[in-house]
């Protein structure tokens, strides 16, 4: 667990309420967190929803795990302690971003269920909605698809620490939802989704133009 090692910090409070911007963006931000295996579809699926609420004329953006690794998180690695650093990273831009008023996919294999529930607290304390959404990919699906070809180096010992091979995923108990790309299209979750926004009050209404 990180500590905070700045003194004569002091938090202060904006003068704009959340509602207010939810009524500006005539949405409520909130965070869509999706976890899998590598190669489960949890990019595609987070880039097509992100585009699909863009479309419709909410504010949307997509977190993804290489991306963020290119610039914030780029002196990280993938052992246990630069993962949970990575996640702990991400978890509190998401909340940010939520707090905003952005409707904001992570798309982050985020392996170990402790360091999610995390994301989710920080979620929770502040009265921010957390959406786990477990992609649901079996691993042997994941491998076919490997567009990197990690699973083949990690098979052949040439990758280690590489999740579902040598390192653990640790599944969801209780998500929000639950998706499968093996037999649903990304455009067809992404309804899913929209639906689930919409009926739960994220969305005020299925197109703003």
């Not at 999610?116 to 959404?133: C, M, N, S, Y």
Request: glycine residues 8%.
């Amino acid at each position: 667990m990180s500590t905070i090692k700045a003194t004569n910090i002091t938090w202060h409070e904006s003068h704009v309420e959340r509602a207010e911007r939810a009524k500006l963006l005539k949405q409520k931000g909130c965070t869509i967190w999706f976890t899998g295996l590598p190669s489960s579809g949890k990019s595609t699926t987070a880039f097509t929803l992100e585009h699909e609420l863009i479309k419709r004329g909410f504010l949307a953006y997509a977190l993804d795990g290489d991306n963020v690794r290119h610039g914030l998180n780029k002196n990280l690695g993938f052992s246990s302690e630069d993962r949970e650093e990575n996640i702990r990273r991400i978890g509190e831009v998401a909340k940010l971003f939520a707090d905003a008023g952005l409707i904001t996919m992570t798309s982050f294999i985020s392996p170990y269920r402790e360091d999610r529930d995390q994301a989710r607290k920080i979620h929770d304390e502040t009265g921010l909605k957390f959406i786990e959404v477990f992609v649901d990919t079996p691993i042997e699906v994941c491998e076919v698809r490997d567009p990197k070809g990690l699973y083949k180096k990690a098979r052949d010992g040439e990758l280690k620490g590489f999740t579902g091979v040598d390192d653990p995923y640790e599944a969801p108990l209780n998500p929000e939802l639950t998706i499968d790309t093996k037999s649903q299209s990304p455009e067809q979750i992404a309804a899913d989704i929209l639906e689930y926004l919409m009926g739960n009050g994220f969305l005020s209404t299925t197109d703003k133009h």
